[in-house]
Every structure is written in structure tokens, then in C-alpha cells.
């Protein structure tokens, strides 16, 4: 993005223009102390080259891809992105930190939202979408809050199989407004168990497929479970690649469908950036939190973008909006639709399969060195496994040689007995993970 | 918008300052928005009713009306339990600006409290507020 600093020249006739003497008299209406006296505690400037071996240095204590070998996903996911995606996603043309919604001149950014939209739309098997949320955590925060409004029910059945992060954001969404979160276990096959559940003044269901432990969830069990209580069913994911080779969760009668987006080409970052797809079926259209964007027609007839439902949200709304607590990551989304256009339909399913190939290998070879399987339900790109005590000291190890193997879920799963959850995406090569195998082979 | 002079406020209904309209018929009462406020708004693409058996007290939200310009609030002008609503409201909601007094009804409540009928303005009343 272009930054233009003003010259001393533009300053002075700045304040020349205004009538102020100085950039202190200018701010001299900050009350004393609120403004910071003395000097800031920085180093001297460095020139250019300087600088660039300054950061370049405090870039190497990360470990960070493509110089480490990543087995690790649990909410954030390692794909290769094509570099046609960032070519074209990061053309001037789109980077504005204004949300251009004025239709007489941003049809391009209108469209690309609305071709995000629909491609979401397929691929999660809803009706409509919207143009997009913050991360997939706030998306489903937001789609247990439309559930609520839609029964006129205050409690929502959460999953113990959901991101511990999501479950978190949902705490901080719900706790305020005094809906109640019901918690269901899982089964020992790694799936939401709902035997026991108190379904008293239920307004959702909300389940994660695949879940924190990389499980497929039976969703249509579980929308039947919740119809008959009359509770909508709300379906994450935290891999939304997952969706180019399961049975989209519209058709197994999800009601919502929220996730994280991130894997459609957006990198890992520090945790984002992300996209927070959300989606419905139509009846829920107008509890539908956020932007929505729609193809219609001008005065001539010709086709052209709007956004629409807009008379509920909060600049005309402003605080009985459908959410005040939502924005659109609008450049997040255009970039997932750049990826989804350039892997087509074909691609996506070729490189879904791909990566549960990978993650299948890894499961598989890491069950002959004794690191078995904790649940036998059917997964994705993540699992699993329960590993040696030692394990924890290799793993150190590893990771001075630039392998990140796993994720400790002991903390959030105590009952479980030393836990990891693993991934493999298709970013692994099997000479990677052959590596990593004779390692901790014990 | 028109001018008050050229929306019609039938003498037979009583009025709210948040502009509904009441009819009473017995130990019911017809509810709807006024001409003015359908006029205020313009083309009402969504209308929001309350479901059969809702009570409601005078002054509560009973529902939200959706033009192309905004959202608004239906207000109760009487206390009272739903008996029934305009379910024709569902796919044409432009009944609203073409007939706010007939067709475009919204819901019909059986009344908890009567009197509260009296204490509506009649229209004489009501075009005068609108006449500030």
C-alpha cells in the first residue's frame, strides 16, 4: 500500500493555512496528562540495509515455514498458495482500508465479494452467505446469536469437540447478554456425544466438522438430534479445504454453517488475519448478521452489485442492528475466492485428497512406532494420537531441528492420556515425514 | 412522500403517537400502521409478526416493519394476547402501502385491557399531532 509522508514544506503550510504556530500548539488541546513528556524510548534510526538485517534477524528466532517442517494445524492451516492469488489479490486496485461499498464506484470490489459469496454458498450447501466475518471463531459466535433470535430460545448446546479458542469467543459473545452455554462431551470414537443432554429452551446445536480432534462429525444424526427438539443445527470448521471432499453440511441439515476460511489462501500469519465464512438457509436470511452483497439491475437494465438487507445493520440500525460487533475481512474473502477460482472445482477435490493421503501415511506410521490412534472416527488432515511419555523431550528436541511435530491438548482434555493432535497438509513431502518418523522412532 | 392532506385516517379507528392504528371489535382489536407511517417509510419489503399466543403489554415491540430505507419497530398500542396475524403480510408485504386500514392488517389481539382503547387518539387527534 502507498504511504506518503508529509514534507516539513506540507506541515508548515498546513498550520499556515489553520492559523498554528507549531505541531505542539496544534495538539495543545490534549489535557497534559494524557500526553507523554520526555522522550520515547527507541533506538537511533537505522538506515535502509540497516534495517533490513535488523528485521531479518528478529524474523530468524521465528520458526516459521517453508524452512520448517510442519505437523501441526489445530485452527491454522499450512497450504501452498498459488502465486497467481496474491498477484491478483493484492492489485492497488483492491487495497483500500475503506470498506468500498458506494456502488457507483466499486462494482469490482462488489462483485468479487458476491463471487465469494457464491462460491461459499456451494461449498457449505447454504442458501446464502455473507460477504464475510472477522475469523471463523466471531462467525460462530454470531450464528448461535441468529439461532437465539430465530427460536426466541436462550440456550445453546455447544461442543466439547469444538476449538477450545472458539468455544472461548462463544463465552465471551453469550456470557454478557446471559444466554446459557450447555456443554455435550464427545464419544470415545472422537464424535459429539449428546446422550444425557438437557434440551430445555434449546435455540442451536452447535458442532464442528471435522472437529478439534480432526473427527468427521455425523451431522446428520445431529440434525436430527436438535430438529426434534426444535434447536437449529449449527456446523463449524476450522479446515475449510475439509469441504472440498465431505458432503457439504447444508445437504446433512445444517441450519448454519460457520468457519475459518483461512485455508483458501490466506497464510497462517500470527493466528490472522482470517475469514469468518457464515452462511444460512434462506428463512434465516434476515437474522443474518453483517453485509450481504446482491446482483441486480440499474435503470438501463444493465446487471450490477449492491449490498442489500443493509437497512438492519448499524449505521442505520445503530444499536438494535442485527450486530454491532462485526465487520466484513472483505480483502480476506476476495483472496479465498481468487484461491477457490484458481483451483476450480477439480482441484479442490484433488487436493483435499491429498491431504488426508498425507495425514493417513502419518497416522498410519505413527501407530507402527507405538503412538496409536485415541479415536477411530474417520478424519480429514488432523488426528489424534496418544504418545509415549518421552514424547514431550523428542518434540523439544524436533524443534531445533526444524520440526514442529504436534500439539500438546492435555490442558484442554485432561481426561485424555497424553494426547497429540496432529496434521499434514499437502505442504509435507513424504520424505518430511519419513524424516520425522526415524527421529522419534524409539 | 405526500402531504397530510392526502393520506386518509379513517374516523372509525383510534391511533398511537408511534403511529399504529386499533380497531376495536368487541373483546378484540385490529392492529396496523397508519397511512402516514406506510407513506414515512415507502415500499415495505418485509414485515415481521409476532406468533399466535404472544401477549403483549401497551408499548411493547410487537414486530418489525422492513422498507427499502429502514427498519422500524411495530409498537402495541394496547396490551393484549395474539390471536391471529396477517399471514398474507409473508409474500406480499406491499399490502401494507396499498391498504394499511384493510389488507395490509397486521395482527389481531384479543384486548387484556379495554379501556386502553379510549385512551388512543381519535383521528381528529392524530392528524393534529401530525400537523405539529
Known amino acids: 500500500m502507498r504511504y506518503f509522508p508529509h514534507t516539513e514544506e506540507d506541515i508548515r503550510r498546513m498550520l499556515e493555512t489553520i492559523g498554528v504556530e507549531s505541531l505542539d500548539a496544534l495538539f495543545s488541546g490534549v489535557p497534559p496528562d494524557c500526553r507523554s513528556s520526555g522522550s520515547m524510548n527507541l533506538p537511533d534510526p537505522l538506515c535502509e540495509w540497516e534495517l533490513d538485517r535488523k528485521m531479518d534477524e528478529m524474523a530468524g528466532q521465528n520458526a516459521a515455514v517453508p524452512n520448517l517442517t510442519l505437523l501441526l494445524g489445530a485452527g491454522r492451516y499450512h497450504h501452498h498458495i498459488p502465486s497467481i492469488v496474491p498477484a491478483l489479490a493484492n492489485r492497488s486496485e483492491f487495497l483500500t482500508a475503506y470498506t468500498p461499498y458506494q456502488p457507483e464506484i466499486s462494482q469490482g470490489t462488489l462483485q468479487a465479494i458476491y463471487e465469494y459469496q457464491t462460491l461459499a454458498a456451494r461449498l457449505m450447501g447454504m442458501d446464502v452467505v455473507t460477504a464475510s466475518h472477522y475469523d471463523g471463531a466471531t462467525a460462530l459466535a454470531e450464528s448461535l446469536l441468529m439461532a437465539v433470535r430465530k427460536t426466541g430460545k436462550s440456550t445453546v448446546v455447544v461442543s466439547r469437540a469444538i476449538h477450545p479458542h472458539f468455544r472461548q469467543v462463544i463465552q465471551t459473545y453469550l456470557k454478557p447478554t446471559g444466554f446459557v452455554v450447555v456443554e455435550a462431551g464427545f464419544t470415545d470414537e472422537g464424535t459429539t456425544d449428546l446422550t444425557g443432554i438437557d434440551w430445555t429452551d434449546a435455540a442451536a446445536l452447535a458442532v464442528q466438522s471435522p472437529n478439534f480432534f480432526g473427527c468427521v462429525e455425523p451431522l446428520s444424526r445431529h440434525a436430527d438430534a436438535a430438529h426434534g427438539t426444535g434447536a437449529l443445527l449449527v456446523a463449524s470448521f476450522t479446515e475449510a479445504l475439509s469441504l472440498g471432499i465431505l458432503k457439504n453440511p447444508g445437504s446433512q441439515g445444517a441450519d448454519i454453517v460457520a468457519g475459518e476460511g483461512q485455508s483458501f489462501g490466506l497464510p497462517m500469519g500470527f493466528g490472522g488475519p482470517g475469514l469468518g465464512m457464515l452462511g444460512a438457509r434462506q428463512d434465516l436470511v434476515r437474522t443474518l448478521p453483517g453485509r450481504l452483497i446482491g446482483k441486480t439491475r440499474d435503470r438501463n437494465g444493465n446487471p450490477g452489485f449492491v449490498l442489500t438487507l443493509a437497512t438492519r445493520e448499524q449505521h442505520i440500525r445503530r444499536e438494535k442492528a442485527t450486530s454491532n460487533i462485526c465487520s466484513n475481512n472483505g480483502h480476506c474473502a476476495l483472496t479465498a475466492a481468487i484461491y477457490l477460482a484458481t483451483l476450480g472445482a477439480e482441484g479442490l477435490v484433488r487436493m483435499a485428497r491429498t491431504n488426508h493421503n498425507k495425514a493417513a501415511y502419518l497416522a498410519e506410521k505413527l501407530q507402527e512406532i507405538g503412538m496409536p490412534l485415541v479415536f477411530s472416527a474417520p478424519f480429514f488432515n488432523e488426528f489424534v494420537v496418544q504418545a509415549p511419555p518421552r514424547f514431550e523431550a523428542v518434540r523439544r528436541t524436533l524443534m531445533e531441528k526444524g520440526i514442529l511435530a504436534g500439539l500438546s491438548i492435555q490442558t484442554h482434555y485432561p481426561e485424555l492420556d497424553n494426547p497429540y493432535l496432529f496434521c499434514a497438509t499437502e505442504t509435507v513431502s513424504r520424505a518430511e515425514i519419513d524424516r520425522f518418523l526415524a527421529e522419534v522412532k524409539p | ?65 422492513e422498507s427499502v430505507k429502514a427498519v422500524s419497530e411495530l409498537i402495541a398500542p394496547l396490551a393484549g394476547e395474539v390471536v391471529a396475524v396477517n399471514s398474507a403480510l409473508e409474500n406480499t408485504p406491499d399490502l401494507v402501502n396499498s391498504d394499511p386500514y384493510g389488507e395490509g392488517w397486521m395482527m389481531r389481539l384479543r384486548c387484556t385491557q379495554p379501556e386502553q382503547y379510549d385512551e388512543l387518539m381519535t383521528s381528529g387527534a392524530y392528524v393534529a399531532m401530525l400537523k405539529g
Open chain 2, 1 to 65: 412522500m405526500k402531504d397530510i392532506t392526502e393520506l386518509r385516517f379513517p374516523e372509525n379507528l383510534r391511533y398511537a403517537s408511534d403511529h399504529e392504528w386499533a380497531r376495536r371489535e368487541a373483546e378484540e382489536a385490529v392492529i396496523g400502521i397508519s397511512d402516514y407511517a406506510q407513506d414515512q417509510l415507502g415500499d415495505v419489503v418485509y414485515v415481521e409478526l409476532p406468533k399466535v399466543g404472544a401477549r403483549f403489554a401497551k408499548g411493547d415491540v410487537f414486530g418489525t416493519v
